[in-house]
Protein backbone atom coordinates (compact mmCIF):
# COMPACT_ATOMS: atom_id res chain seq x y z
CA UNK A 1 0.00 0.00 0.00
CA UNK A 2 1.49 3.60 -0.79
CA UNK A 3 -0.01 6.76 0.62
CA UNK A 4 1.11 10.53 1.09
CA UNK A 5 2.55 11.04 4.30
CA UNK A 6 1.52 14.43 5.09
CA UNK A 7 3.86 16.41 6.89
CA UNK A 8 2.74 18.93 9.19
CA UNK A 9 4.51 22.33 9.97
CA UNK A 10 4.82 25.78 11.12
CA UNK A 11 5.67 28.57 8.70
CA UNK A 12 8.54 30.24 9.66
CA UNK A 13 11.38 30.03 8.22
CA UNK A 14 13.38 27.75 10.39
CA UNK A 15 10.06 25.26 10.72
CA UNK A 16 9.87 24.63 7.18
CA UNK A 17 13.54 24.14 7.10
CA UNK A 18 13.27 21.68 9.10
CA UNK A 19 10.33 20.15 7.31
CA UNK A 20 12.12 20.34 4.37
CA UNK A 21 14.55 18.16 5.62
CA UNK A 22 12.15 15.61 6.83
CA UNK A 23 10.53 15.09 3.75
CA UNK A 24 13.48 15.06 1.91
CA UNK A 25 14.90 12.25 4.07
CA UNK A 26 11.79 10.50 3.65
CA UNK A 27 11.29 10.76 -0.23
CA UNK A 28 14.92 9.28 -0.79
CA UNK A 29 13.54 6.19 1.35
CA UNK A 30 10.45 6.07 -1.56
CA UNK A 31 7.97 7.48 0.45
CA UNK A 32 5.21 10.11 -1.00
CA UNK A 33 5.14 13.48 0.87
CA UNK A 34 3.05 16.14 0.96
CA UNK A 35 3.96 19.54 2.84
CA UNK A 36 1.37 21.59 4.74
CA UNK A 37 1.62 24.63 7.05
CA UNK A 38 -0.38 26.32 9.35
CA UNK A 39 -0.07 29.08 11.97
CA UNK A 40 0.73 28.84 15.31
CA UNK A 41 -0.33 30.37 18.26
CA UNK A 42 3.05 31.00 19.63
CA UNK A 43 3.73 32.68 16.43
CA UNK A 44 0.85 34.89 16.88
CA UNK A 45 1.01 36.74 19.68
CA UNK A 46 4.41 38.79 19.74
CA UNK A 47 4.13 41.35 22.48
CA UNK A 48 4.50 39.07 25.31
CA UNK A 49 7.10 37.22 26.61
CA UNK A 50 6.73 33.43 26.58
CA UNK A 51 6.35 32.58 29.92
CA UNK A 52 3.65 34.89 30.74
CA UNK A 53 1.23 33.33 28.00
CA UNK A 54 1.43 30.21 30.18
CA UNK A 55 0.43 27.85 27.75
CA UNK A 56 2.26 24.98 27.54
CA UNK A 57 3.28 23.48 23.71
CA UNK A 58 1.77 27.06 22.36
CA UNK A 59 4.27 26.19 19.23
CA UNK A 60 3.07 22.20 19.13
CA UNK A 61 -0.67 22.78 19.67
CA UNK A 62 -1.93 23.61 16.24
CA UNK A 63 -0.09 20.71 14.69
CA UNK A 64 -1.38 18.28 17.64
CA UNK A 65 -5.02 19.32 16.60
CA UNK A 66 -4.21 19.01 12.99
CA UNK A 67 -2.79 15.26 13.81
CA UNK A 68 -5.28 14.47 15.73
CA UNK A 69 -8.20 15.56 13.51
CA UNK A 70 -6.46 13.92 10.59
CA UNK A 71 -5.85 16.89 8.13
CA UNK A 72 -1.78 16.13 8.90
CA UNK A 73 0.09 12.53 9.37
CA UNK A 74 2.97 13.82 10.94
CA UNK A 75 4.61 16.86 12.61
CA UNK A 76 8.18 18.13 12.52
CA UNK A 77 9.41 20.15 15.43
CA UNK A 78 12.47 22.05 17.20
CA UNK A 79 12.42 19.21 20.05
CA UNK A 80 12.97 21.83 22.83
CA UNK A 81 9.42 23.76 22.10
CA UNK A 82 8.12 19.91 22.53
CA UNK A 83 6.26 20.14 26.05
CA UNK A 84 7.74 16.74 27.93
CA UNK A 85 4.05 15.42 28.16
CA UNK A 86 2.45 14.50 24.99
CA UNK A 87 -1.28 14.67 24.30
CA UNK A 88 -2.86 11.41 23.91
CA UNK A 89 -2.68 9.22 21.09
CA UNK A 90 0.29 11.17 19.86
CA UNK A 91 4.12 9.65 20.25
CA UNK A 92 7.74 10.66 19.06
CA UNK A 93 8.41 8.87 16.05
CA UNK A 94 11.84 9.69 15.60
CA UNK A 95 14.76 12.12 16.86
CA UNK A 96 17.13 13.63 14.12
CA UNK A 97 20.50 13.49 14.05
CA UNK A 98 21.48 16.43 16.85
CA UNK A 99 23.07 19.78 15.15
CA UNK A 100 24.79 21.81 17.51
CA UNK A 101 23.29 22.79 20.97
CA UNK A 102 25.21 26.02 21.93
CA UNK A 103 23.63 29.38 22.67
CA UNK A 104 25.30 31.84 20.53
CA UNK A 105 25.14 35.70 21.23
CA UNK A 106 25.03 37.95 18.53
CA UNK A 107 26.42 41.94 18.65
CA UNK A 108 24.67 44.60 17.21
CA UNK A 109 27.72 46.33 15.69
CA UNK A 110 31.03 45.25 15.65
CA UNK A 111 32.17 44.90 19.60
CA UNK A 112 33.01 41.33 21.36
CA UNK A 113 32.62 40.58 25.07
CA UNK A 114 35.70 42.41 26.37
CA UNK A 115 33.30 45.63 25.89
CA UNK A 116 31.06 44.15 28.33
CA UNK A 117 30.44 46.48 30.87
CA UNK A 118 27.77 47.42 33.72
CA UNK A 119 25.78 49.30 30.75
CA UNK A 120 25.81 46.26 28.50
CA UNK A 121 21.87 45.73 27.32
CA UNK A 122 21.31 41.88 26.03
CA UNK A 123 17.63 41.12 25.10
CA UNK A 124 15.86 37.16 25.20
CA UNK A 125 12.57 35.85 26.04
CA UNK A 126 14.17 33.06 27.52
CA UNK A 127 14.04 32.61 31.33
CA UNK A 128 16.65 30.33 31.11
CA UNK A 129 19.07 32.45 29.23
CA UNK A 130 18.25 35.87 31.21
CA UNK A 131 19.02 33.78 34.27
CA UNK A 132 22.13 32.14 33.21
CA UNK A 133 23.23 35.40 31.27
CA UNK A 134 22.29 37.66 35.17
CA UNK A 135 24.22 34.93 37.23
CA UNK A 136 27.32 35.82 35.20
CA UNK A 137 26.54 39.27 34.08
CA UNK A 138 24.86 40.52 37.39
CA UNK A 139 24.86 44.21 36.43
CA UNK A 140 23.51 43.82 32.93
CA UNK A 141 20.10 44.78 31.97
CA UNK A 142 17.93 42.37 30.10
CA UNK A 143 15.50 42.88 28.36
CA UNK A 144 12.32 40.83 26.07
CA UNK A 145 12.41 39.84 22.61
CA UNK A 146 9.96 37.51 20.81
CA UNK A 147 9.25 36.59 17.69
CA UNK A 148 10.83 33.94 15.08
CA UNK A 149 14.98 33.94 14.07
CA UNK A 150 14.43 36.22 11.38
CA UNK A 151 12.43 39.27 13.32
CA UNK A 152 14.58 38.65 16.19
CA UNK A 153 17.90 39.35 14.35
CA UNK A 154 15.88 42.67 12.64
CA UNK A 155 14.95 43.91 16.08
CA UNK A 156 18.52 43.40 16.98
CA UNK A 157 19.78 45.77 14.47
CA UNK A 158 16.91 48.03 15.20
CA UNK A 159 17.56 48.45 19.00
CA UNK A 160 19.87 49.75 20.34
CA UNK A 161 21.24 46.61 22.69
CA UNK A 162 24.56 45.46 22.99
CA UNK A 163 22.95 42.13 21.69
CA UNK A 164 20.73 38.99 21.81
CA UNK A 165 21.18 35.01 22.05
CA UNK A 166 20.52 32.90 19.88
CA UNK A 167 20.04 28.90 18.89
CA UNK A 168 23.26 27.84 16.96
CA UNK A 169 21.18 25.69 15.11
CA UNK A 170 18.78 27.75 14.59
CA UNK A 171 20.71 30.88 12.71
CA UNK A 172 23.03 27.51 10.76
CA UNK A 173 19.76 25.99 9.74
CA UNK A 174 18.24 28.93 7.78
CA UNK A 175 21.99 29.82 7.11
CA UNK A 176 22.37 33.05 8.73
CA UNK A 177 25.95 33.64 10.00
CA UNK A 178 25.63 36.63 11.80
CA UNK A 179 29.46 38.24 11.24
CA UNK A 180 29.76 39.47 14.99
CA UNK A 181 28.89 37.00 17.32
CA UNK A 182 30.70 34.28 19.87
CA UNK A 183 29.53 31.09 21.14
CA UNK A 184 28.47 31.14 24.95
CA UNK A 185 30.58 27.87 25.44
CA UNK A 186 29.65 28.44 29.13
CA UNK A 187 25.60 28.34 28.99
CA UNK A 188 23.68 25.09 29.77
CA UNK A 189 21.39 24.56 26.82
CA UNK A 190 17.60 23.93 26.92
CA UNK A 191 16.70 20.35 27.35
CA UNK A 192 16.77 18.85 23.45
CA UNK A 193 18.12 22.31 22.20
CA UNK A 194 19.42 21.68 18.38
CA UNK A 195 17.21 18.29 18.23
CA UNK A 196 14.39 18.16 16.18
CA UNK A 197 11.77 15.42 16.64
CA UNK A 198 8.65 13.67 14.48
CA UNK A 199 5.44 13.41 16.14
CA UNK A 200 2.83 10.84 14.74
CA UNK A 201 -0.02 9.42 15.77
CA UNK A 202 0.23 5.95 17.93
CA UNK A 203 -2.19 4.35 15.72
CA UNK A 204 -0.46 5.53 12.00
CA UNK A 205 1.64 2.44 11.50
CA UNK A 206 2.59 3.63 8.29
CA UNK A 207 3.82 6.81 9.15
CA UNK A 208 5.53 5.74 12.19
CA UNK A 209 7.62 2.71 10.13
CA UNK A 210 8.75 5.22 7.59
CA UNK A 211 9.70 7.65 10.74
CA UNK A 212 11.46 5.32 12.56
CA UNK A 213 14.05 4.83 10.16
CA UNK A 214 15.26 8.44 10.53
CA UNK A 215 15.90 7.77 14.19
CA UNK A 216 19.12 8.61 15.17
CA UNK A 217 20.04 6.53 18.14
CA UNK A 218 22.39 8.59 21.08
CA UNK A 219 20.42 11.75 19.82
CA UNK A 220 17.26 10.13 20.82
CA UNK A 221 18.78 8.74 24.40
CA UNK A 222 20.83 12.05 25.18
CA UNK A 223 17.70 14.14 24.89
CA UNK A 224 15.48 11.74 26.83
CA UNK A 225 17.68 12.12 29.55
CA UNK A 226 17.49 15.68 29.58
CA UNK A 227 13.37 16.14 28.87
CA UNK A 228 13.13 13.77 32.03
CA UNK A 229 15.28 15.94 34.15
CA UNK A 230 13.13 18.96 32.97
CA UNK A 231 9.93 17.00 33.29
CA UNK A 232 11.34 15.71 36.73
CA UNK A 233 12.12 19.27 38.16
CA UNK A 234 9.19 21.20 36.85
CA UNK A 235 6.60 19.06 37.50
CA UNK A 236 4.30 21.63 34.83
CA UNK A 237 5.61 24.82 35.60
CA UNK A 238 8.21 26.79 33.51
CA UNK A 239 11.40 27.24 35.02
CA UNK A 240 15.20 28.59 34.05
CA UNK A 241 16.08 24.87 33.51
CA UNK A 242 19.24 23.81 31.30
CA UNK A 243 20.29 20.57 30.54
CA UNK A 244 22.80 18.45 27.89
CA UNK A 245 23.71 15.18 27.59
CA UNK A 246 26.40 13.60 25.65
CA UNK A 247 26.89 10.14 24.54
CA UNK A 248 30.54 9.19 24.32
CA UNK A 249 32.11 5.52 24.26
CA UNK A 250 28.69 4.13 26.17
CA UNK A 251 28.89 6.77 29.08
CA UNK A 252 26.17 8.99 29.11
CA UNK A 253 27.98 12.52 30.29
CA UNK A 254 25.09 14.75 32.08
CA UNK A 255 25.20 18.78 32.90
CA UNK A 256 22.05 20.07 34.41
CA UNK A 257 21.39 23.55 36.10
CA UNK A 258 18.50 25.27 37.52
CA UNK A 259 18.14 29.15 38.43
CA UNK A 260 16.24 31.35 40.64
CA UNK A 261 14.85 34.09 37.85
CA UNK A 262 17.06 37.14 38.94
CA UNK A 263 20.05 34.24 37.85
CA UNK A 264 21.45 34.99 41.82
CA UNK A 265 21.09 31.14 42.86
CA UNK A 266 22.47 28.30 41.19
CA UNK A 267 22.32 24.39 41.81
CA UNK A 268 23.90 22.51 39.13
CA UNK A 269 24.42 18.55 38.55
CA UNK A 270 27.48 17.24 37.15
CA UNK A 271 26.94 13.11 35.98
CA UNK A 272 27.80 10.16 34.27
CA UNK A 273 26.90 6.41 34.35
CA UNK A 274 27.21 4.00 31.60
CA UNK A 275 24.55 3.88 28.88
CA UNK A 276 23.34 0.14 30.29
CA UNK A 277 22.09 2.47 33.34
CA UNK A 278 20.58 5.04 31.50
CA UNK A 279 17.10 4.00 33.30
CA UNK A 280 15.98 6.82 35.58
CA UNK A 281 18.95 8.48 35.21
CA UNK A 282 17.52 12.34 34.19
CA UNK A 283 14.64 11.75 37.02
CA UNK A 284 17.67 10.45 39.67
CA UNK A 285 19.47 13.83 38.70
CA UNK A 286 16.58 16.07 39.00
CA UNK A 287 15.95 14.35 42.24
CA UNK A 288 19.55 14.95 43.62
CA UNK A 289 18.74 18.83 42.86
CA UNK A 290 15.26 19.39 44.09
CA UNK A 291 16.77 17.69 47.82
CA UNK A 292 19.40 19.78 47.89
CA UNK A 293 17.77 22.74 48.01
CA UNK A 294 15.61 22.99 44.20
CA UNK A 295 12.46 22.23 45.85
CA UNK A 296 12.31 25.05 47.44
CA UNK A 297 13.51 27.33 44.60
CA UNK A 298 10.95 26.23 42.36
CA UNK A 299 8.09 26.01 44.70
CA UNK A 300 9.86 30.10 44.73
CA UNK A 301 9.61 30.33 41.21
CA UNK A 302 6.00 29.19 40.75
CA UNK A 303 5.28 32.32 43.34
CA UNK A 304 6.94 34.91 41.31
CA UNK A 305 5.67 33.55 37.86
N1 LIG B 1 12.33 29.09 21.01
C1 LIG B 1 12.38 29.23 19.59
C2 LIG B 1 13.30 28.23 18.97
N2 LIG B 1 12.97 26.94 18.93
C3 LIG B 1 14.00 26.26 18.32
C4 LIG B 1 14.97 27.18 17.96
C5 LIG B 1 16.23 26.89 17.28
C6 LIG B 1 16.56 25.45 17.03
C7 LIG B 1 16.84 24.65 18.26
O1 LIG B 1 17.14 25.22 19.34
O2 LIG B 1 16.78 23.42 18.18
C8 LIG B 1 14.54 28.43 18.37
C9 LIG B 1 15.24 29.70 18.18
C10 LIG B 1 16.18 30.08 19.29
O3 LIG B 1 16.09 29.55 20.41
O4 LIG B 1 17.02 30.98 19.07
Request: net charge negative; aromatic share 6%; hydrophobic share 40%.
Amino acid sequence: MTKTIRIGTRDSELALWQAHTVQRKLEALGYDTELISVKSTGDLILDKPLYELGITGIFTKTLDVAMINGTVDIAVHSMKDVPTKLPQGIIQAAVLERAASEDIFVFRDGKNADDFNAKTTIATGSLRRKAQWLNRYPYHQVVDLRGNVNTRLQKVADNDWTGAIFAKAGLERINLKPENHIVLDWMIPAPAQGAMVIAAMQNDTYSREACAQLNHADSALATYVEREFLSTLEGGCTAPIGAYAEIKENRIYFKGVLFSLDGSEKMEIEESVPVSECRNFGTLCALKILEGGGRALMEAIKKEL
